[in-house]
Structure formats: C-alpha cells, structure tokens
Nanobody, 124 residues
Framework: QVQLVESGGGLVQAGGSLRLSCAAS????????MGWFRQAPGKERELLAA????????YYADTVKGRFTISRDNAENTGFLQMSSLKPEDTAVYYC?????????????????WGQGTQVTVSS
C-alpha cells in the first residue's frame, strides 16, 4: 500500500491562495492515480480534481475549474493542489487520495488510499 500525508492547509482571506502538498511513501507513487477531495461540515465528501499517473490527463469539478490546479512530481513522490481565488465556501478538510487501478479519473469508488486531511479555512 501507499501512505499519504497532506500539508499546506491553514487560514487565508477570500481571494487568496494556498498550495497543498501530498507526500507519498511505501509503494512507488507513479503507480497510482491521484485525486483531491474535500469535506465541509454537514456535506458529503466531494472529488475536486484528479490526475493520471503520467500527468497527461486531469479532471476538475465545475466548482473549482479555473481556480484550482492539480499536479504531481513522481520523482519526488509528491502531489500538489494549487488553490487560487479562494472563497469562504471552499472551507473544508482537504484529503489526498490514490488509486492503484481503475478506469477514468472521476470514478470516486476507485480511490482506496487516503491521507489524514488538512484543514483549509477561508475568511470573508
């Protein structure tokens, strides 16, 4: 299996930016599709973005398209989520997730390995 640890969360004003990191250890990170999820209080966990093993294809939810950018550096076993133009409704716990196998990028059930989450709070 792969172990995932998120970092980079914190408090930011509306309109600001944060960069989240996902450090992977264990099995080779390049073997996994990677996704970023978030969960706000009282809401379901939602898939925000995903990236293929080779970085050649990406997926973005409509709510973050044009504001968030997903990337990965397989040589460093690290994934990233660059978040810009943040809004108060972006406040949530953000999770990195990985899938060893699956079809497509936005099949939520294929993500089986999860980090512990990092809190992002956007003030108005």
């Amino acid at each position: 299996q792969v172990q995932l640890v998120e970092s980079g969360g914190g408090l930011v004003q509306a309109g600001g930016s944060l960069r989240l990191s996902c450090a992977a250890s264990g099995r080779t990170f390049s073997m996994y599709t990677m996704g970023w999820f978030r969960q706000a209080p009282g809401k379901e966990r939602e898939l925000l973005a995903a990236i293929s093993r080779s970085s050649r294809t990406t997926y973005y939810a409509d709510t973050v398209k044009g504001r968030f950018t997903i990337s990965r550096d397989n040589a460093e076993n690290t994934g990233f989520l660059q978040m810009s133009s943040l809004k108060p409704e972006d406040t949530a716990v953000y999770y990195c997730a990985a899938a060893l196998a699956g079809r497509g990028l936005n099949v939520t059930g294929m993500y089986e390995y999860w980090g512990q989450g990092t809190q992002v709070t956007v003030s108005s």
